[in-house]
């Protein structure tokens, strides 16, 4: 059961992955082009959007990559471990990455937006409050499963 569970996650992240590879080879460059061709006057506004959506790409497959070795872990059965827990820290540490490069380019997004009918500024905020709750998620999990850790190695110590 645990074997079809975990590889059916495996699938999620590797979906997940694909989902956000075709994005960011087909949407982010027509919404900084987009970007470009609303204020033609700054040079530069497309590549800040590529800079802060392809930046942000960088640590959120690293945080896929650290999921899956987390799924390989609990394959294994050494889901209590140390490596879980630099896992779950790796993944907390990305998504405090793109919440912040979020936040840096959140101005951008409401600069784009006061000529853009739908709002774009929430987009940005959305992404910023889903990668707080995966880092808070994150956090939860590896205090927890360091305090497990800690109790297991007691109880090895008594026996």
Do not use: W
């Not at 799924?71 to 907390?92: C, G, H």
């Not at 709002?119 to 889903?130: D, E, R, S, T, Y």
């Not at 998620?137 to 927890?144: D, E, G, S, T, V």
């Amino acid at each position: 059961m645990k074997q079809v569970t975990t590889f059916f996650l495996k699938l999620a992240v590797i979906f997940i992955g694909i989902t956000v590879l075709a994005l960011c080879i087909f949407l982010v460059p027509k919404f900084g082009n987009f970007a470009g061709e609303l204020y033609p006057d700054i040079a530069y506004m497309k590549y800040l959007v590529f800079i802060v959506m392809y930046g942000a790409a960088v640590p959120f497959y690293f945080a896929l990559y650290q999921a899956f070795n987390l799924l390989r872990y609990i394959d294994e059965n050494t889901a209590f471990s140390e490596l879980s827990v630099k896992a779950l820290k790796n993944i907390k540490c990305c998504s405090i990455t793109i919440s912040g490069l979020y936040v840096l380019g959140l101005p951008l997004f409401h600069f784009i937006a006061k000529k853009v009918d739908p709002p774009i500024g929430l987009m940005g905020l959305i992404i910023i409050f889903a990668s707080l709750v995966i880092a808070v998620f994150a956090a939860i999990l590896q205090q927890l499963l360091q305090e497990a850790i800690n109790i297991k190695s007691e109880n090895d110590l008594t026996v």
